[in-house]
């Protein structure tokens, strides 16, 4: 779990590290075990009021992938950084004109065991076509959950702050020596079938 303050020392070291004028406004900077995201909005393309949905689009498309190629060495250079610093691999996305694109995001995997009931649940949704696998129904469930339960999700991960916050003022504390705790080393590789697997290298821009 990552504090706040964590995630706020992660945020500032963005802010100074990354060149003026990249985005058109402070980047939203997200994190967890394995992953930083980095997305930024930038400029719209410059279009008259009466053009068609499909032009827009395509002109949406076409600026978003321009500044991915211009900035690719930008934001390679600052993503070998921030991996040497963080020790996790580093995403970008942007946000042009109400349009959201992600250009690289790591699938981590994820081991778990299901017993026949919960398998069930997900072959079903295989069966009628809702997912491919069940490592995709799987994905699917957790999405569904996030949708429905993210005010409690919210609620949840701020509890669990408070007990790292109480837990960190015992008398066995150590000092906080890294910015962003380590991920655990033995997570993920000691029970079942994998979730999904890596996308390319963050680093591919």
Do not use: N, Y
Not at 159 to 188: F, H, I, N, Y
């Amino acid at each position: 779990m990552i504090t706040t303050e964590q995630k706020e020392k992660l945020r500032g070291w963005f802010a100074g590290r990354l060149p003026d004028g990249l985005f058109e406004e402070p980047a939203e900077v997200t994190v967890d075990r394995e992953e930083i995201t980095v997305i930024g909005r930038i400029p719209a393309p410059r279009l008259a009021e009466d053009v068609s949905a499909a032009e827009r689009e395509a002109a949406v498309t076409a600026r978003i992938q321009e500044f991915r190629e211009r900035t690719r060495e930008t934001r390679i250079a600052v993503a070998r950084d921030a991996e040497h610093r963080f020790r996790r691999k580093v995403s970008w996305g942007v946000v042009c004109d109400g349009e959201r694109a992600l250009f690289t995001h790591v699938a981590a995997p994820v081991m778990t065991r299901l017993r026949q009931p919960e398998r069930q649940v997900l072959d079903t949704l295989i069966a009628a076509g809702v997912a491919r696998s069940r490592s995709d129904a799987l994905a699917w469930c957790v999405r569904l959950v996030q949708r429905h339960t993210d005010d409690w999700l919210v609620e949840l991960r701020d509890s669990l702050e408070q007990v790292q916050r109480v837990r960190a003022q015992g008398p066995d504390a150590a000092p906080d020596s890294a910015s962003v705790p380590d991920p655990d080393p033995d997570s993920g590789t000691r029970h079942g079938a994998v979730a999904d697997s890596s996308t390319p290298d963050a680093e591919e821009g």
